[in-house]
């Protein structure tokens, strides 16, 4: 799988990383896995016109000393289709943007 990983966060940001991610995006049903929804201005068209796929998401799996964005833009409608893809150069581009601020706004330097 390819990823995004920040890694070496200590046990103080981890918590903080934590807080936000659940006030923010909420439980995905496994401990430590986030949704983060892609905003359809980023979607490539294939997934635009997948109307029935909607919505988005690109994965968060926060560990204990790790913060790992999976680089994969996927449905939770569907298992397999067309517009289940990994990310473009500009949705791998907002994912890292997105990342980074989430670390910018909680003052986690890494």
Request: proline fraction near 4%; charge should be negative; include cysteine.
């Amino acid at each position: 799988m390819k990823q995004y990983v920040i890694d070496e966060i200590r046990p103080q940001d981890f918590e903080k990383l934590k807080g936000y991610l659940d006030a923010t995006y909420g439980d995905a049903g496994v401990d430590g896995l986030y949704w983060v929804p892609v905003d359809e201005a980023w979607l490539s068209g294939v997934q635009q016109a997948h109307h029935g796929c909607a919505p988005f998401f690109m994965a968060l799996e926060l560990g204990p000393d790790r913060l790992a964005a999976e680089l994969l833009v996927r449905t939770r409608n569907r298992v397999r289709c067309d517009c289940i893809h990994y990310a473009d150069e500009s949705q791998l581009n907002w994912l890292v943007r997105t990342v980074d601020a989430i670390f910018e706004k909680l003052e986690i330097m890494v």
